[in-house]
């Protein structure tokens, strides 16, 4: 399985239909002649795969909460039981999560490790002062409050949540990259 999705990581990155630019040397050919391979890959092959292993569409084998992230910043009461609430529901699993509003609009589409240290802190920026190097996502989510609601899924491993999250993220279209698109 891991060789499947090192595969796909290679082909997602270097994007859907490529040019794959290979040396080799055969009796006919000379040495360092360019030969070309080209792979065409369609998300149909991706949403498969999803699929298949109950990992898309979202919603069906989902996990999820309703989180509000509040319009001012909470008392320490509401807040503490914000985070309770986030606690008791992914306790200290790694895997991905997606944010939605009440639109059904996919907000964020993000990995973590540890799923509670991560939607804490997206917690916590949503109604923090918009400076340092989290700006984009505490001007985001400012303009992104209210009842929200957080689907997960557990995944341990660190090189199939990276995957599955660009391929989620591919899917759904966050509003989060539509306006701050990801470095790559």
Known sequence: MRILFGFIFGLLFMGFSTSFIQSKKTMDQSPGTIIKFKA???IEHFLSLLKERNLY????NWNKFIIEHPKLKPDNIAENKQLKKIQSEVEKKGGLYCYYNNKKECLYVGKAKLLYDRIKSHYRESFTENNGKSYQWNAFF???KGELT??????EDEDSRVIIERLIAYLEKPLFEQQIPRKR
């Open 57 to 60: 569409p979202i919603g069906m």
């Open 142 to 144: 400012s303009a992104n």
């Open 40 to 42: 065409d890959i369609s």
């Open 150 to 155: 957080v689907y997960w899924i557990e995944i």
